[in-house]
Nanobody, 124 residues
Framework: QMQLVESGGDSVQAGGSLRLSCAAS????????MAWFRQGLGKEREGVAA????????YYGDSVKGRFTVSQDEAKNTVYLQMNSLKPEDSATYYC?????????????????WGQGTQVTVSS
Protein backbone atom coordinates (compact mmCIF):
# COMPACT_ATOMS: atom_id res chain seq x y z
CA GLN A 1 0.00 0.00 0.00
CA MET A 2 1.53 3.29 -1.11
CA GLN A 3 1.02 6.51 0.82
CA LEU A 4 1.32 9.90 -0.85
CA VAL A 5 1.66 13.19 0.99
CA GLU A 6 1.58 16.51 -0.85
CA SER A 7 3.02 19.77 0.40
CA GLY A 8 3.92 23.21 -0.89
CA GLY A 9 0.52 24.66 -1.61
CA ASP A 10 0.16 28.37 -0.88
CA SER A 11 -1.43 31.63 -1.93
CA VAL A 12 0.48 33.62 -4.54
CA GLN A 13 -0.11 36.44 -6.95
CA ALA A 14 -0.49 35.93 -10.66
CA GLY A 15 2.86 35.55 -12.37
CA GLY A 16 4.41 33.95 -9.33
CA SER A 17 5.84 30.49 -8.80
CA LEU A 18 5.34 27.56 -6.46
CA ARG A 19 6.89 24.14 -6.10
CA LEU A 20 4.72 21.29 -4.91
CA SER A 21 6.18 18.11 -3.44
CA CYS A 22 4.75 14.62 -3.20
CA ALA A 23 6.48 12.24 -0.80
CA ALA A 24 5.78 8.57 -1.44
CA SER A 25 6.16 5.76 1.05
CA UNK A 26 5.14 2.15 1.49
CA UNK A 27 6.27 0.79 -1.88
CA UNK A 28 9.92 -0.17 -2.16
CA UNK A 29 11.42 -0.14 -5.69
CA UNK A 30 8.09 0.84 -7.15
CA UNK A 31 7.98 1.53 -10.86
CA UNK A 32 5.10 3.29 -12.51
CA UNK A 33 3.56 6.67 -13.18
CA MET A 34 3.48 9.53 -10.72
CA ALA A 35 1.06 12.27 -11.63
CA TRP A 36 -0.42 15.55 -10.54
CA PHE A 37 -4.10 16.28 -10.92
CA ARG A 38 -6.04 19.33 -9.84
CA GLN A 39 -9.61 20.21 -9.13
CA GLY A 40 -10.83 23.76 -8.88
CA LEU A 41 -14.00 24.83 -7.12
CA GLY A 42 -16.95 23.70 -9.19
CA LYS A 43 -14.70 22.20 -11.85
CA GLU A 44 -13.93 18.69 -12.99
CA ARG A 45 -10.67 17.03 -12.07
CA GLU A 46 -7.93 17.83 -14.57
CA GLY A 47 -4.68 16.02 -15.29
CA VAL A 48 -1.73 18.37 -14.93
CA ALA A 49 1.51 16.42 -15.36
CA ALA A 50 2.98 12.96 -14.99
CA UNK A 51 6.35 11.27 -14.92
CA UNK A 52 7.39 7.67 -15.29
CA UNK A 53 9.49 6.69 -12.31
CA UNK A 54 11.49 4.13 -14.25
CA UNK A 55 12.76 6.34 -17.02
CA UNK A 56 11.68 9.92 -16.52
CA UNK A 57 9.32 10.32 -19.47
CA UNK A 58 7.02 13.26 -18.81
CA TYR A 59 3.51 14.17 -19.84
CA TYR A 60 1.68 17.49 -19.52
CA GLY A 61 -1.82 18.81 -19.82
CA ASP A 62 -2.29 21.41 -22.55
CA SER A 63 -3.14 24.18 -20.11
CA VAL A 64 0.20 23.95 -18.29
CA LYS A 65 2.67 23.12 -21.04
CA GLY A 66 5.61 25.49 -20.98
CA ARG A 67 4.78 26.72 -17.47
CA PHE A 68 4.88 23.64 -15.24
CA THR A 69 7.63 21.06 -14.89
CA VAL A 70 7.35 17.67 -13.23
CA SER A 71 10.47 16.02 -11.85
CA GLN A 72 11.49 13.36 -9.38
CA ASP A 73 14.15 12.58 -6.82
CA GLU A 74 14.22 8.80 -6.66
CA ALA A 75 16.55 8.80 -3.68
CA LYS A 76 13.97 10.75 -1.70
CA ASN A 77 10.93 9.00 -3.23
CA THR A 78 9.60 12.45 -4.00
CA VAL A 79 7.98 13.96 -7.05
CA TYR A 80 7.89 17.70 -7.63
CA LEU A 81 5.74 20.05 -9.63
CA GLN A 82 7.41 23.36 -10.40
CA MET A 83 4.75 25.88 -11.35
CA ASN A 84 5.79 29.12 -13.00
CA SER A 85 3.83 32.02 -14.49
CA LEU A 86 0.85 31.10 -12.37
CA LYS A 87 -2.58 32.32 -13.40
CA PRO A 88 -5.78 32.69 -11.36
CA GLU A 89 -7.23 29.75 -13.31
CA ASP A 90 -4.49 27.54 -11.82
CA SER A 91 -6.17 27.90 -8.43
CA ALA A 92 -7.20 24.44 -7.28
CA THR A 93 -6.52 21.60 -4.92
CA TYR A 94 -3.58 19.68 -6.36
CA TYR A 95 -3.43 15.94 -5.85
CA CYS A 96 -0.56 13.55 -6.28
CA UNK A 97 -1.38 10.12 -7.69
CA UNK A 98 0.47 6.90 -8.47
CA UNK A 99 -0.43 4.17 -10.90
CA UNK A 100 1.19 1.15 -12.55
CA UNK A 101 0.08 1.62 -16.15
CA UNK A 102 2.23 2.96 -18.92
CA UNK A 103 2.01 5.30 -20.79
CA UNK A 104 1.33 7.85 -18.09
CA UNK A 105 -1.86 9.20 -19.58
CA UNK A 106 -3.47 11.88 -17.45
CA UNK A 107 -6.62 9.91 -16.83
CA UNK A 108 -7.64 9.54 -13.21
CA UNK A 109 -8.88 5.97 -13.51
CA UNK A 110 -5.35 4.81 -14.38
CA UNK A 111 -4.08 5.82 -10.95
CA UNK A 112 -4.51 3.62 -7.92
CA UNK A 113 -3.11 5.69 -5.05
CA TRP A 114 -3.99 9.27 -4.21
CA GLY A 115 -2.84 11.86 -1.73
CA GLN A 116 -5.04 14.18 0.28
CA GLY A 117 -4.25 17.26 -1.76
CA THR A 118 -2.66 20.66 -1.24
CA GLN A 119 -4.35 23.98 -1.96
CA VAL A 120 -3.00 26.49 -4.46
CA THR A 121 -4.61 29.91 -4.72
CA VAL A 122 -3.52 32.43 -7.33
CA SER A 123 -4.83 35.97 -7.01
CA SER A 124 -4.97 38.51 -9.81
Amino acid sequence: QMQLVESGGDSVQAGGSLRLSCAASGATNWRGCMAWFRQGLGKEREGVAAIYSGGGSTYYGDSVKGRFTVSQDEAKNTVYLQMNSLKPEDSATYYCAAGPYMPCYLVGSRYKYWGQGTQVTVSS
